[in-house]
């Protein structure tokens, strides 16, 4: 049984999207979880489970502690430095 692929948005799908969400406004309440999602690399359901008191500001982390598909739990640490090329 062969795995799902995943799919990536391409830079140029997150501008649209983002365009999209800006010129219609019964998508303006979309925009900014569109963008929370494009720059922390979130998952939906994770950004659904995010809290206040799992964001890092001094250190610009968002730590978050959720049990994957598995039943296993999971710690996704995102930050809001730039990767590397």
């Known amino acids: 049984m062969s795995e799902p692929r995943t799919h990536c948005y391409t830079r140029h799908d997150i501008k649209w999207i983002f365009r999209r969400c800006r010129q219609n406004p019964a998508y303006h309440w979309l925009y900014a979880i569109v963008v929370a999602l ?4 979130l998952r939906i359901s994770e950004r659904r489970l995010l809290r206040w008191s799992h964001i890092d500001f001094s250190h610009g982390l968002i730590r978050l502690r959720v049990f994957g598909s ?3 739990l999971a710690t996704t640490v995102t930050s809001n430095r730039p990767k590397r090329p």
């Open 38 to 41: 494009a720059h922390t690399g």
């Open 70 to 72: 598995t039943g296993r």
